[in-house]
């Protein structure tokens, strides 16, 4: 007898290897298990350019509507591949896309086994990482300034008014002058984003700035997040979570001791580079799952790796590939397990737990896609092709 699920998931499929593996996964590890209600999109790049990338927006509007969403990795269209899809035009991210109509933030989550070492030792959870993704220099304006003179910012109110003016430098010869901005409902969206992921993970959150040096616009962050925090203590209280702010570099320095469990929120650049430095520390970018969280409560997961375009092409020619295809599955788990959180239906969470430890039993019995063989001790004596690979989940499962 399949498990019930209840409410239907939003499902977006994608491009490429990930596409090739997204069908495999579904056959073989989802739909013989689950009665399921799945609301299909395809977003792969043909049918994007078909419907104008109207798909992805009506996607983004199912999430809305279902609030559980689980996506394959796309292309993100260059001007190569406007020539190689022959497309109407560039079309954007529909991440992106996915991302501004949920008004989400995304988090970044190792999967960790235990024959796959950290690289940094003292990590044996993993950690979260949400990244503020709007702003800052991102959303910047700069200026080579060529000889004396003086940088300024002004600020003109909409409606009329007295404008007002802060002196950046004085300058006695050449520079670089840099302007950017955020504004209070975006820090505060990421703040309730950071809020939700952490209540469905259960732990704790820190958060770390500038604001000694910093004092306005480091300091906005620290007093907003914390306002946010203030509205939702009582949730967190109950789930017995923490909150923690501390400076940006009290925050490096103790990631690097602590065992992991936590969500760092990071600033835009900070979450830029922060997030690559931790997933390059837990080992493969097959291992790394991410999720869009919006302020409101909607989940979108999928793998943060992208369509593995160069597998994909020596699959066409009828090679044999070795895909990691283990944070697709982990997205799929995702999905499942809060889509059970949402119905109250713990013999689905059930599912999703035993299809994790099915997929992390094989990798630690010694069965694994070639990008972890060659990092994982012991190293397998050979590594297990992209069916083969799914073929042991499914006979472990
Ligand atoms: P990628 O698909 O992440 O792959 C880059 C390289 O990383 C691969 O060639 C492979 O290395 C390794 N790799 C990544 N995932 C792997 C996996 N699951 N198993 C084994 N190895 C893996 O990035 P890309 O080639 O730069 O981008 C391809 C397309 O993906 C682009 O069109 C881009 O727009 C899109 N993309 C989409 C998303 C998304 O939808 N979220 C994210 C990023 C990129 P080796 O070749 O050395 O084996
Ligand atoms: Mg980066």
Same mark, same amino acid.
């Given at each position: ?31 013989? +298990? ?13 049918? #994007? ?17 279902? +609030? ?24 954007? $991210? ?26 940094? *030792? $003292?990590? &044996? ?14 959303? $910047? ?46 820090? #505060? ?54 909150? *923690? ?61 992208? &369509?593995?375009? #160069? ?33 109250? &239906? ?22 694994? &896609? ?28």
């Amino acid at each position: 007898m399949p498990i019930i699920v209840k409410n239907p998931i939003v499902e977006m499929d994608g491009d490429e290897m990930t596409r090739i593996i997204w069908q495999m996964i579904k056959e073989k590890l989802i739909l013989p +298990h689950l009665a399921i209600d799945l609301k299909y999109f395809d977003l792969g790049m043909k049918h #994007r350019d078909d419907t104008d990338d109207r798909v992805t927006i009506e996607a983004a509007e199912a999430i809305k509507q279902h +609030h559980v969403g689980v996506k394959c990795a796309t292309i993100t269209p260059n001007a190569a591949r406007v020539k190689e899809y022959n497309l109407k035009k560039q079309w954007p $991210s529909p991440n992106a896309t996915i991302r501004s109509i949920l008004d989400g933030t995304v988090f970044r989550k190792p999967i960790i086994v235990k024959n796959v070492p950290p690289a940094v *030792r $003292s990590w &044996t959870k993993p950690i979260l990482i949400g990244r503020h993704a709007y702003g800052d220099i991102y959303k $910047s304006s700069e200026l080579v300034v060529d000889g004396p003179g003086r940088a300024e910012v002004v600020f003109t109110p909409a409606g009329g008014g007295q404008a007002r003016t802060v002196a950046i430098h004085d300058f006695k010869g050449p520079g670089v002058v840099m302007g950017m901005h955020n504004t209070d409902a975006s820090i #505060r969206s990421f703040a309730r984003a950071c809020i939700q992921y952490s209540l469905a993970e259960k732990v704790d959150i820190w958060f770390g700035a500038k604001d000694t040096i910093s004092k306005q616009y480091h300091g906005r962050f620290r007093d907003i997040f914390a306002e946010e925090v203030g509205k939702a203590q009582a949730d967190l209280e109950r789930a017995g979570i923490q909150y *923690r702010y501390m400076l940006i570099d009290d925050a490096v320095a103790q990631i690097m001791k602590a065992e992991g469990g936590m969500l760092w929120a990071c600033m835009n650049y900070d979450g830029d580079v922060m997030s690559d430095m931790v997933a390059s520390g837990f080992g493969s970018l097959g291992l790394m799952t991410s999720v869009l969280v919006s302020p409101d409560g909607k989940y979108v997961y999928e793998a943060a790796h992208g &369509t593995v375009m #160069r597998h994909y092409y020596e699959h066409l020619k009828g090679n044999p590939t070795s895909t990691n295809s283990v944070a697709s599955i982990f997205a799929w788990t995702g999905a499942l397990a809060r889509r059970a959180a949402l119905d109250g &239906t713990p013999e689905v969470a059930a599912f999703a737990r035993k299809l994790e430890a099915a997929v992390i039993g094989t990798i630690e019995s010694g069965v694994m &896609t070639k990008d972890l063989a060659a990092i994982a001790e012991p190293k397998p004596g050979k590594h297990a092709l992209t069916e083969e690979f799914i073929d042991a989940v499914a006979k472990r499962l």
